[in-house]
């Protein structure tokens, strides 16, 4: 009991001593902390940024589809160049469904011309696209107003359409486009819904900003297209992809000629490379926060140097009056924890400010997009830790130093 008694008496005395020293000397002992503060607070934002970067990406290439595998012929000389013979029909279509049976979830084919569409007075170049069944559920398309094609709108000829949002705005500024009327070519198009897409698709869509959607069969009707510029299936999960993309290419050289060229591709590549790539990112931050860590201990190890000689004297009385090699080590070693970890809560404290500054921000403006900086409480424990250990670190040397002082030099010391 007298030994813990001891003990607490002895640690409460250094923290007295240490806080005493740190008050006298604010200035100084907040210049040390400023490196920390800056050092942990670029642990948390830097963490926070590639995660949000990683969530961002990620989310892209999962919004296509992971499992979608999709293909197109191939013009070596040009479009211009390409046999017929080589263009992808529904009769490929049809096979690949019949060919992959256990691990194909879906197929679709669509095609995409360019025309000008009309209505009040408003002329705009779109992409006019026709799509096939199966083609909502593959490319993630998400209904804004109205509602989407019936199984019987691709069987037949309905004059109906679906607009993007932007050539939506655009046409129909001031009114709801559901059930008004789009003058597209020579054909007027009763406009049923207004869609987009739930992700970006890298820049390998036929889905524009400007977009005019209608069933393959309209198109097909209206410009004698037989044919579908890409092809689009959907695995049943991650793991069948590799094997359901050589299927296709295989279905498709089988059913044309010998020297057709076909671009069967998939995204399981793309986000493993996001991936890797995120991981690294993460870690190159979190090396540069490290080395500014590094360079704000030197710091700490600096201005301790200076407080030692500094205080000599002082040291030299406590000595004197029966301070031990370690209470006089402690003392010291506390001081450099102290302001290293004030730093850090400091640093993250302000990293997490700023967090929360952009995610009110992102709310407030609303074109800012759906993008919120995620806290990984992990950066938060590691900016706390590594800031003390590096003032631990850094701080043992002048520590150790005002600890070998001699009293009687100590003293003597002016």
Sequence with gaps: MKNVQSSSAF??????????????????????????????????????????GRKYVLNQIEGIGANLVYAYAVAPNGPESLPRGDLITPGDLQAIKEGIPNDLVNAAGANSVSMTATANGQQRAVAFVGVTPGFRDIRHL??????????????STNKICLLTEALAKRLFPHQNPVGQTVRVGEMDLAVIGVFEERAATLGASEIMPETVLVPFSLLQYYTGTDFYETLYVQASNTDTVPRVTDQVRSILQMRHRVGA??????????????RDIARALTWVLVVIALIALTISGIGIMNIMLVTVTERTREIGILKAIGATREAILYQFLLEAFTISGAGA??????????????????????????????ISWVSVVLAFVVSCATGLVFGYLPANRAAKLQPIESLRHE
């Design 261 to 274: 060229q076909y671009s069967v591709n998939n995204l399981v590549g793309v986000l493993e490379t996001a």
């Design 11 to 52: 640690w409460g005395e250094t923290w007295g001593l240490t806080w005493q020293a740190l008050r006298v000397h604010k200035v100084r002992a907040a210049l040390a902390m400023l490196g920390v503060v800056i050092g942990s607070a670029c642990i948390v934002l830097v963490v926070t940024v590639a995660l949000t």
């Design 345 to 374: 809560l400091c640093g993250i404290a302000i990293a997490v400010s700023i967090r929360e500054l952009v995610n009110f921000l992102v709310g407030v403006f609303p074109d800012a997009g759906n993008i919120t900086l995620p």
């Design 142 to 155: 998400l209904i804004l107003r109205g509602s989407y094609f019936v199984d019987d709108d691709f069987t």
